[in-house]
């Protein structure tokens, strides 16, 4: 059994871990995360000036696989290209949302993470899955096999100079919800993710609908599943789509003037309240404090 590895970041720590808890051999396919040490074999893929997308050929012939072997992709956009093709190439199915991983079987999420099924399967199987901390630098590549490139031509480029925070790491998070009236007053819940030293995060609809926030910094079954040790949930409803990407939190902390609120079923601590009254009034005592 081989577990090959899939990404164009280093922060693959998760994945490696992951990886090595399966038997067999671990290769790492780099599309641009350069080399990193606990795995056996790092092939790197020819990344040029193109988009790493463009080398999902490549991928495809790097990745030698075989009954019973396991792809894990780092679930970030160009990866998920890359999971794609290769998933088409090896007529494999795309597993998402999985809560243990075994050499004969998987346990995935369904419907939104409210339930699990496990499936068994003897075929090559090809995991999206988050890729944790950055993996030490460390290891020999050796170059992937010739392969045609997609005709495909970067044409505009936006760089965020902000960067991105990785919150599949975060220890604490605040988030923030269709609460918020407008997107200056995302302040109030920065001033509160400084003072306890947590990273800023989103619901979906902040980040797709407002476009307040990076597409990054949502969490919900179709984007982020964090597992911080506290999770400040403000101004969020607490809809399926957006809980399935906390399941993993050890505390969470909600505010919200509804109080028939489906977050407060969930949460450890709840708070009715408008966000505008309780956030000041929480600074203050943090402050005090």
Known sequence: MTTWII???????????????LPG??????????????????????????PVEAEAPAAVAAIQA???????VRNAPAERVLAGAVAAALDASVLTDVRELSADSATVG??????????????VRVVLADGGAEAPAGGQCEAGPAAQRRGMTITASHRDEGGVVDLTSSK???????????????????????AI???????????????????????????LRVS????????????????????????????????????????DYGVVGD???????????????
């Open 110 to 123: 369904k419907l939104g993470g409210i339930t699990v099924q496990r499936v068994n399967t003897g075929q």
């Open 172 to 194: 604490r998070i605040v988030s923030v919800g269709m609460g918020f009236h407008e997107q200056a007053d995302l302040a109030l819940a920065q001033q509160l993710a400084t």
């Open 228 to 267: 911080p040790e506290v999770y400040v949930a403000l101004g969020i409803s607490g809809q399926l789509q957006h809980m399935a990407g906390i399941r993993g939190a050890q505390t969470i902390v909600a505010v919200n003037s509804d109080a028939a609120a489906p977050i407060f079923a969930a949460c």
């Open 275 to 289: 966000i505008y009254q309780v956030l000041p009034a929480l600074a203050d005592q943090l402050q005090s404090h």
């Open 197 to 223: 030293g947590a990273d800023l995060a989103c619901s979906r609809p902040v980040a797709e609908g407002r476009g307040w926030m990076s597409r990054e910094s949502y969490v919900g079954v179709t984007g």
């Open 7 to 21: 990404s164009a970041d280093p922060h693959i720590e998760a994945l490696i871990a992951e990886a090595r808890a």
């Open 66 to 72: 075989a009954s019973g072997d396991v792809v894990l």
């Open 25 to 50: 051999e671990v290769v790492l396919i780099d599309a641009g995360c350069g080399p990193r040490a606990g795995v056996d074999r790092i092939i790197s893929l020819p990344i040029g000036d193109g």
